[in-house]
């Protein structure tokens, strides 16, 4: 019973030997690649909302990808995170005045295109979704219309 299990451990010994030893791999020098990686680390991206606190307008800052500027309106829509209630901030924009969509005109010039019509939003609301679709506007302050429903709201820029 023994010699059985002598022979079963000297096998598998003998074929681990053989798998390391017969592998093919045969030693080198380093091989140059070039420099190492240069410059500075890119800062973290982050999402950019106005949501109210106190009956005022508040820049939100949320880690995480670069979204479309519809889908940040649509965070809007969807409220605050469970933190940022705890903080004490809301939203004045209502679920059903998305989905949104942004076209792009020349200048700085936004269309922000509602679900609802704009009139019947609260000032804080048209601030909050003037202000977050700017946020993506780089430079000087953007001018952003509301649309929907068949109406719209004059161009406007963020009051902040």
């Known amino acids: 019973m023994r010699a059985g299990l002598a022979r079963r451990v000297l096998a598998a010994g003998l074929v681990?030997?053989?798998a390391v030893g017969g592998c093919g791999v045969q030693p080198s020098d380093a091989i140059p690649v070039g420099d190492p990686p240069?410059?500075?680390?890119a800062p973290p991206l982050k999402v950019t909302l106005y949501l109210v606190k106190n009956g005022r307008l508040s820049v939100v800052t949320r880690p995480g990808f670069r979204l479309s500027q519809a889908t940040t309106l649509a965070l809007l829509a969807a409220g605050p995170t469970t933190r940022e209630r705890s903080h004490g901030f809301t939203t004045d924009v209502p679920p059903e005045a998305g989905p949104f969509s942004v076209t792009a005109g020349p200048a700085g010039r936004l269309v922000v295109t509602l679900s609802t019509p704009p009139a019947e939003l609260s000032t804080?609301?048209?601030?909050?979704?003037?202000?977050?679709a700017a946020a993506w506007v780089p430079g000087s302050p953007a001018q952003v219309t509301l649309v929907g429903a068949g109406?719209?709201?004059d161009p406007r820029s963020c009051p902040e």
């Open 16 to 18: 681990s030997l053989v």
């Open 38 to 41: 240069s410059g500075g680390v």
């Open 124 to 132: 804080l609301a048209v601030d909050q979704i003037v202000c977050t």
């Open 151 to 153: 109406q719209g709201l």
